[in-house]
């Protein structure tokens, strides 16, 4: 099915260990997001990308790292995981940022539970 | 400070009732007003979105901002179980560094 996927759904892991988080979305969307969801601080913006190669910095970056080659994928890994990344973690895509735009709704998947023990 | 500040709830009504569901920003520059709702365990989905000042229908649905006040509003009319959800506002200047409130978890019993 066309849409944006993430996987896996569920995850854990040990503190310290590398965690690729995977995003793909089938709209040729240019810009793709990563967003991490926790209780009383809501979705923050970790990282986010305008089009391949190209990658920038959300609200909360340290400790992730993101890659863009193709546009269709937009990976997200943890170096080193700690328990303060036990999370759950939304990719999302729109076609544009342009206010006004027909296409800059933000297009969310369905998330990755990360638990880090 | 969070630039965007949204009451958590709960929020409890009656099937039918009037829902009404606020936030408030910070940052007067902010010209994209955005409400997600958002399923348990799934990612959250574009309710309604507007880029001006005064109200904005879609069917039982209304945004209304109002930028001298800096306050975001969702009234939803009628309401229904299957509205039960958590409902997000998000603001800024575009879609690149949206920032979003925490979410009002609404139930809406029969």
């Known amino acids: 099915d066309a849409g944006i996927t993430q996987s896996p759904r569920y995850k854990i892991t040990e503190t310290g260990r590398q965690v690729t988080l995977m995003c793909h979305q089938t709209?040729?969307?240019?810009?793709m997001f990563w967003y991490r969801q926790d209780l009383g601080h809501g979705l923050r913006l970790i990282y986010y990308?305008?089009?391949?190669?190209?990658?920038d910095k959300g609200e909360v970056p340290d400790g992730y790292v993101v890659s863009r080659s193709k546009t269709e994928n937009f990976p997200l890994t943890l170096e080193s995981a700690t328990r303060s990344q036990t999370s759950v973690y939304f990719c999302?895509?729109?076609?544009?940022?342009?206010?006004?735009?027909?296409?800059?709704?933000?297009?969310f998947g369905s998330g990755t539970q990360l638990s880090v023990l | 400070q969070k630039e965007v500040e949204q009451d958590p709830g709960p929020l409890s009504v009656p099937e039918g009732a009037i829902v009404s569901l606020n936030c408030t920003y910070s940052?007067?520059?902010?010209?994209?007003f955005m409400w997600y709702r958002q399923y348990s365990r799934k990612g959250p989905e574009l309710l309604m979105y507007?880029?001006?000042?005064g109200n904005k229908e879609d069917g039982r649905f209304t945004a209304q901002v109002d930028k001298s006040s800096k306050y975001i509003s969702l009234f939803i009319r009628d309401s229904q179980p299957s509205d039960s959800a958590t409902y997000l506002c998000a603001s800024g200047l575009n879609t690149d560094k949206l920032i979003f409130g925490t979410g009002t978890r609404l139930q809406v019993f029969p």
């Open positions: 940052n007067s520059a902010f010209q994209y």
């Open positions: 709209w040729s969307h240019s810009y």
């Open positions: 990308s305008a089009a391949a190669d190209i990658t």
């Open positions: 507007t880029y001006s000042s």
């Open positions: 999302a895509s729109s076609g544009s940022h342009s206010p006004g735009a027909t296409n800059e709704k933000l297009f």
